[in-house]
């Protein structure tokens, strides 16, 4: 889930299709400890501008929340991307057509180290870590994200509602969010009918 807000597009990584990058060794994808909150709050000031206390006690009480789960890249002892989750009840907090569960509720990758696989091992861990609990994982994301979009598709992800929801707390501008969900075994069926095959 993307924090979006009105200036969403100068957060987003330009989208480079062609601009492959080769995977950077040596990164460590795992669950964030309370001593990795001053570098991610200092990721997310990077990101988004303001300042780094204020962003320090905003990952210090949702890394509180029993209902988050924060996972860190770490290369060399540095912290270079995290990644959230969150589960959620939208419905039950004045939201619509969004499920209850596991959203994945936000990833960033310091420039500097982008395209280089970080995005995609922090998402697929999350996945993994949500599917091992639950039957889907979902996330949202601005139509105009078309980087996030194309990372996540491409990890099985299928987007099942154009602007027709609301989750509380995010908000997009151009009203151009797009509700997306990823299933455990998407094969599953072709699977059962192929085992019936004479
Ligand atoms: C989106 C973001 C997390 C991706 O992180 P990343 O580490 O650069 O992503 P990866 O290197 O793992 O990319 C995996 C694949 O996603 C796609 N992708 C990622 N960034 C892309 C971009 N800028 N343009 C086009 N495709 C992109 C590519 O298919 C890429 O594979 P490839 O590099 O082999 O072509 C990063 O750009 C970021 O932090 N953006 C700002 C925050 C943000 O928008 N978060 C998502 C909110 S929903």
Redesign the pocket.
Known sequence: ????GSIVNT???????????V?LPDVVIRTASREDLPSTAALAAH?EGGELAEWAAIHGRQFDDEKRCLLV?VHHGKVI?Y?WLAWLTPVAHGGRNAPDGWY?S??????E???????????QARVDWVLEREPFAH????AS????????A?LGFVEVAHEDFVVPGVVFTNHDGILCRLGARPDADVIDLASRRP
Not at 13 to 21: E, N, S
């Open positions: 889930m993307c924090q979006c957060l987003f990584a330009p989208y480079q299709p062609d601009a492959h990058g995977p990101r890249a991307g990644a994945l936000g990833v960033v990758v310091h420039p180290y982008r395209r280089r696989g970080i995005g995609r091992r922090l998402t996330y949202v994301v601005s994200n078309r980087a996030s979009r194309t990372l996540h491409q």
